[in-house]
């Protein structure tokens, strides 16, 4: 592995433990296409990498300063992490059946749909 990719992949991890700190989103939304189009990962490469971030406490010093503040149930993400685990396994199970240019098409349209929630449907 070069040197410029390593120096890549720690910017990358930077700028998505930030935004994930910040405000919550930084897996998919950052290292994912990061990886897709600075590093030349195939999508099931890019999106495998991420979901491996996931299985490292990466996050634990973002979720001490949240509950710390009040700001996490931890009866609610247990059930999200149950939820999470299945829906992991049967989505992960999907993706490796579907070719890579489909895969990235359904990312793509994911991203669009929740960016016009947030942007044009707030409450």
């Given at each position: 592995?070069?040197v410029?990719t390593?120096?890549?992949?720690?910017?990358?991890?930077?700028?998505?433990?930030?935004?994930?700190?910040?405000?919550?989103?930084?897996?998919?939304?950052?290292?994912?296409?990061?990886?897709?189009?600075?590093?030349?990962?195939?999508?099931?490469?890019?999106?495998?990498?991420?979901?491996?971030?996931?299985?490292?406490?990466?996050?634990?010093?973002?979720?001490?300063?949240?509950?710390?503040?009040?700001?996490?149930?931890?009866?609610?993400?247990?059930?999200?992490?149950?939820?999470?685990?299945?829906?992991?396994?049967?989505?992960?199970?999907?993706?490796?059946?579907?070719?890579?240019?489909?895969?990235?098409?359904?990312?793509?349209?994911?991203?669009?749909?929740?960016?016009?929630?947030?942007?044009?449907?707030?409450?």
């Amino acid at each position: 592995m070069s040197v410029q990719t390593i120096v890549l992949l720690i910017i990358v991890g930077l700028l998505a433990g930030m935004l994930s700190g910040l405000i919550g989103l930084g897996g998919g939304v950052i290292i994912v296409p990061a990886l897709v189009f600075l590093l030349g990962f195939s999508q099931h490469q890019a999106q495998g990498t991420s979901l491996g971030i996931l299985l490292l406490p990466a996050g634990i010093f973002a979720v001490m300063n949240y509950y710390k503040k009040g700001f996490i149930d931890v009866k609610v993400v247990l059930i999200l992490f149950v939820g999470f685990l299945v829906g992991g396994f049967l989505g992960s199970k999907m993706s490796l059946t579907l070719p890579e240019g489909t895969l990235k098409k359904i990312f793509a349209i994911a991203l669009i749909l929740i960016a016009g929630k947030v942007l044009f449907f707030e409450k």
